[in-house]
């Protein structure tokens, strides 16, 4: 038995909730605990976890009772919902309303809840700068994370919310990483014109994330918006080129080309960039380096990320 406090983490076989795991883990003298919450508790991943010293409890998030269960004795929780698994606003929202409930029921005393803006507050349905999607959304996996926040607060969870970027794994798993154009050079294609995009390495989000829990009450009610870098596409492109040696240049294409994609939820994402560009001064603002380095020192730069992945970047 322990007398660490337990952090109950969903989504801790996956990108954000595992880089929380294993800053927790990683760190002997933690006066926290991992509870790795997941739907195959035998999977390999939760035996990594397991492996690590984390206590493995399966749950599943459309089932409230499940994380109920998994939460009772817990000191904290890390939320999160995958919108990208489903593609479902709706579902996603009613996942938060379990894992809200769940927490106010088993009177946790500090969760992160892992949110995004509702880009309806800053372009309303009726504005045609990009389309309306699904009938009421304009970003979907934003707007049904940020439309929930409310939820939390109502029911008197002890809550941070936490804002997080475009994680730079994006151009290892995302299919966003440089690929031959053309005419055979290396590009990499975003719909942000010359503006800023706001991102970050995901191990970061789970070292931000460990430092509010430590910080406990001081960020409770509070909003943590964060990233690692604000780099134009020339300077991902620059930054690929001394990586990769070889040139790799910038395609910057319209919102509307990348909605026109094809992939699943291209019309989803070529909205976001486009809320990202439109808006870039409130998204690159709250989203403050030097606050986000003083959270955790050892935030990365694009340039020190991409040194440590560059064998991980798939070139063709
Ligand atoms: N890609 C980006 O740049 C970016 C940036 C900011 C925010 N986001 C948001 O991040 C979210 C995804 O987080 P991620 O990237 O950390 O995910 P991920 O790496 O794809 O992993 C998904 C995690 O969610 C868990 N999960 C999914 N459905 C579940 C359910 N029904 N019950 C229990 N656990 C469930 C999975 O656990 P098991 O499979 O083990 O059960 C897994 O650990 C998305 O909603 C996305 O909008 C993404």
Same mark, same amino acid.
């Given at each position: #038995?322990?007398? @660490?406090? *337990?952090?109950? &983490?969903?989504?801790?076989?996956?990108? %954000?909730?595992?880089?929380?795991?294993?800053?927790?883990?990683?760190?002997?003298?933690?006066?926290?605990?991992?509870?790795?919450?997941?739907?195959?508790?035998?999977?390999?991943?939760?035996?990594?976890?397991?492996?690590?010293?984390?206590?493995?409890?399966?749950?599943?998030?459309?089932?409230?009772?499940?994380?109920?269960?998994?939460?009772?004795?817990?000191?904290?929780?890390?939320?999160?919902?995958?919108?990208?698994?489903?593609?479902?606003?709706?579902?996603?929202?009613? %996942?938060? $309303?379990? /894992?809200?409930?769940?927490?106010?029921?088993?009177?946790?005393?500090?969760?992160?809840?892992?949110?995004? =803006?509702?880009?309806?507050?800053? &372009?309303?349905?009726?504005?045609?700068? #990009?389309?309306?999607? #699904?009938?009421?959304? @304009? !970003?979907?996996?934003?707007?049904?994370?940020?439309?929930?926040?409310?939820?939390?607060?109502? /029911?008197?969870?002890?809550?941070?919310?936490?804002?997080?970027?475009?994680?730079?794994?994006?151009?290892?798993?995302?299919?966003?990483?440089?690929?031959?154009?053309?005419?055979?050079?290396?590009?990499?294609?975003?719909?942000?014109?010359?503006?800023?995009?706001?991102? *970050?390495? &995901?191990?970061?989000?789970?070292?931000?994330?460990?430092?509010?829990?430590?910080?406990? =009450?001081?960020?409770?009610? @509070?909003? &943590?918006?964060?990233?690692?870098?604000? /780099?134009?596409?020339?300077?991902?492109?620059?930054?690929?080129?001394?990586?990769?040696?070889?040139?790799?240049?910038?395609?910057?294409?319209?919102?509307? !080309?990348?909605?026109?994609?094809?992939?699943?939820?291209?019309?989803?994402?070529?909205? $976001?960039?486009?809320?990202?560009?439109?808006?870039?001064?409130?998204?690159?603002?709250?989203?403050?380096?030097?606050?986000?380095?003083?959270?955790?020192?050892?935030?990365?730069?694009?340039? =020190?990320?991409? %040194? %440590?992945?560059?064998?991980?970047?798939?070139?063709?």
């Amino acid at each position: #038995m322990t007398d @660490k406090k *337990i952090i109950a &983490v969903v989504g801790a076989t996956g990108a %954000q909730g595992g880089s929380l795991a294993r800053a927790i883990l990683n760190d002997p003298d933690s006066e926290f605990t991992v509870r790795a919450i997941t739907r195959n508790p035998d999977s390999e991943k939760a035996n990594e976890l397991a492996t690590l010293g984390a206590e493995i409890v399966a749950a599943d998030i459309d089932d409230y009772e499940s994380v109920k269960n998994a939460f009772e004795g817990a000191y904290g929780a890390f939320l999160i919902t995958n919108y990208w698994e489903h593609f479902s606003p709706e579902r996603e929202q009613a %996942q938060a $309303m379990n /894992l809200a409930r769940a927490a106010k029921d088993t009177a946790l005393e500090h969760v992160i809840w892992s949110t995004l =803006e509702d880009t309806r507050r800053w &372009v309303p349905l009726d504005d045609d700068r #990009m389309p309306t999607l #699904m009938g009421k959304y @304009k !970003v979907p996996h934003l707007d049904a994370k940020g439309e929930i926040d409310h939820v939390f607060t109502d /029911l008197g969870v002890p809550t941070t919310f936490l804002l997080t970027s475009f994680y730079f794994e994006n151009f290892i798993n995302f299919g966003m990483g440089p690929k031959p154009g053309p005419d055979g050079r290396l590009a990499i294609t975003l719909p942000m014109g010359d503006k800023p995009l706001p991102s *970050i390495a &995901v191990n970061d989000i789970g070292k931000t994330a460990y430092r509010i829990f430590k910080g406990g =009450e001081e960020f409770i009610g @509070k909003r &943590v918006a964060i990233a690692g870098a604000h /780099l134009p596409g020339t300077k991902f492109a620059d930054g690929f080129s001394r990586a990769l040696k070889r040139d790799v240049v910038y395609n910057a294409i319209t919102p509307e !080309v990348f909605r026109g994609l094809g992939f699943p939820g291209a019309d989803d994402i070529g909205n $976001m960039f486009q809320f990202k560009a439109d808006f870039n001064e409130y998204y690159t603002g709250i989203r403050d380096l030097n606050e986000s380095r003083h959270l955790n020192p050892e935030l990365q730069s694009f340039d =020190e990320w991409l %040194q %440590q992945n560059i064998d991980r970047i798939p070139v063709e």
